[in-house]
């Protein structure tokens, strides 16, 4: 239970009313440890609420802003005007992928969002929204199941990901078991930290879509402390694997959202998982398409 502000003198005859400085605190959002989004970034809150002070890039670290070169290679700039190809860096971020134009125009997106919004968002860590079609996972304990809930992706999830699967030889083969779907607001100072996502569930290669708004994924190596900065054009998609899956860090600041972000990521099942009877369901299931809620079930979830 979370302890009061402040607590009335034990030699008081009678306790005062408390006021609303001390009246006990109430969690304003779903952040927890180092998690953070702006109902719940101040210093004092945090502390009183049991988190973990936030984290940032350390001020040593040596920040590159990544650029297409004219033959599609990813070069990063950094402040004392070298140039580096990404796979030429200290530590080598390859197998990183950017795929412009996934969705084809304003038009095609604007269908996609209303398709998209037809769905309940429930809340989530770091200010942020999600929907989440797969399986669940409690990551601390490294135990995973195949709810019965989960009966498949909604309609236009194959459709994107075939376009990202075929702008790279490296995806194919690829078999998504989650389609997880995540709403970033400005005004929520919604984020990302940086983070690998677990090795002992997902596979090698992730795939996104970034709908709504461009933004900027940073690349953080601890090792070397370089990080890089590369854009995430509106309506484009990504790849993440080998080395830049395993080796490097990767996050959303929050000052790189403006207004709202959509953000669609596509994982697969470790090769052992895969060919486990748990593992075999879940990619059934991801085959399916999900009917979307009844529309005044929709009407009802709106938050």
């Given at each position: 239970?979370?302890?009061?502000a402040?607590?009335?003198?034990?030699?008081?005859?009678?306790?005062?009313?408390?006021?609303?400085?001390e009246?006990i605190?109430?969690?304003?959002?779903?952040?927890?440890?180092?998690?953070?989004?702006?109902?719940?970034?101040?210093?004092?809150?945090?502390?009183?609420?049991?988190?973990?002070?936030?984290?940032g890039l350390?001020?040593?670290?040596?920040?590159?802003?990544?650029?297409?070169?004219?033959?599609?290679?990813l070069?990063?700039?950094?402040?004392?005007g070298?140039?580096?190809?990404?796979?030429?860096?200290?530590?080598?971020?390859?197998?990183?992928?950017?795929?412009?134009?996934?969705?084809?125009?304003?038009?095609?997106?604007?269908?996609?969002?209303?398709?998209?919004?037809?769905?309940p968002?429930?809340?989530?860590?770091?200010?942020?929204?999600?929907?989440?079609?797969?399986?669940?996972?409690?990551?601390?304990?490294?135990?995973?199941?195949?709810?019965?809930h989960f009966q498949?992706?909604?309609?236009?999830?194959?459709?994107l990901?075939?376009?990202?699967?075929?702008?790279?030889?490296?995806?194919r083969?690829?078999?998504?078991?989650?389609?997880?779907?995540?709403?970033?607001?400005?005004?929520?100072?919604?984020?990302h930290?940086?983070?690998?996502?677990?090795?002992?569930?997902?596979?090698?290669?992730?795939v996104?879509?970034?709908?709504?708004?461009?933004?900027?994924?940073?690349?953080?190596?601890?090792?070397?402390?370089?990080?890089?900065?590369?854009?995430?054009?509106?309506?484009?998609g990504?790849?993440?694997?080998?080395?830049a899956?395993y080796?490097?860090?990767?996050g959303?600041?929050?000052?790189?959202?403006?207004?709202?972000r959509?953000?669609?990521?596509?994982?697969?099942?470790?090769?052992?998982?895969?060919?486990?009877?748990?593992?075999?369901?879940?990619?059934?299931r991801?085959?399916?398409?999900?009917a979307?809620?009844?529309?005044?079930?929709?009407?009802?979830?709106?938050?």
């Amino acid at each position: 239970m979370t302890e009061p502000a402040q607590v009335a003198s034990i030699n008081s005859a009678e306790a005062p009313i408390p006021t609303s400085d001390e009246k006990i605190l109430q969690k304003p959002c779903n952040c927890v440890g180092i998690r953070s989004c702006a109902l719940c970034a101040d210093p004092g809150l945090r502390e009183a609420l049991g988190l973990h002070q936030t984290r940032g890039l350390p001020p040593d670290v040596d920040v590159g802003d990544v650029e297409i070169s004219p033959t599609g290679e990813l070069l990063a700039r950094f402040p004392d005007g070298r140039v580096i190809a990404l796979d030429k860096l200290e530590v080598p971020l390859s197998g990183f992928e950017v795929y412009p134009d996934i969705v084809k125009d304003q038009e095609e997106e604007r269908s996609l969002l209303e398709s998209i919004e037809a769905w309940p968002w429930q809340p989530s860590q770091s200010g942020r929204w999600k929907q989440d079609f797969g399986p669940r996972a409690n990551f601390k304990k490294q135990l995973v199941k195949v709810p019965e809930h989960f009966q498949g992706f909604p309609s236009y999830a194959f459709d994107l990901l075939q376009r990202a699967c075929d702008r790279s030889e490296t995806l194919r083969g690829f078999e998504a078991v989650e389609c997880l779907l995540l709403k970033y607001e400005e005004e929520r100072g919604a984020n990302h930290d940086f983070h690998v996502d677990d090795t002992w569930l997902w596979g090698e290669r992730i795939v996104g879509i970034t709908l709504g708004s461009s933004s900027v994924f940073t690349f953080y190596e601890p090792k070397s402390k370089v990080a890089v900065r590369v854009p995430l054009p509106q309506r484009s998609g990504y790849l993440i694997s080998g080395r830049a899956r395993y080796d490097w860090q990767h996050g959303i600041l929050c000052d790189d959202i403006r207004e709202v972000r959509i953000a669609i990521t596509y994982r697969e099942l470790t090769e052992e998982l895969a060919e486990t009877d748990l593992g075999k369901l879940a990619l059934e299931r991801a085959k399916h398409v999900v009917a979307e809620p009844p529309k005044e079930e929709q009407q009802q979830q709106q938050h």
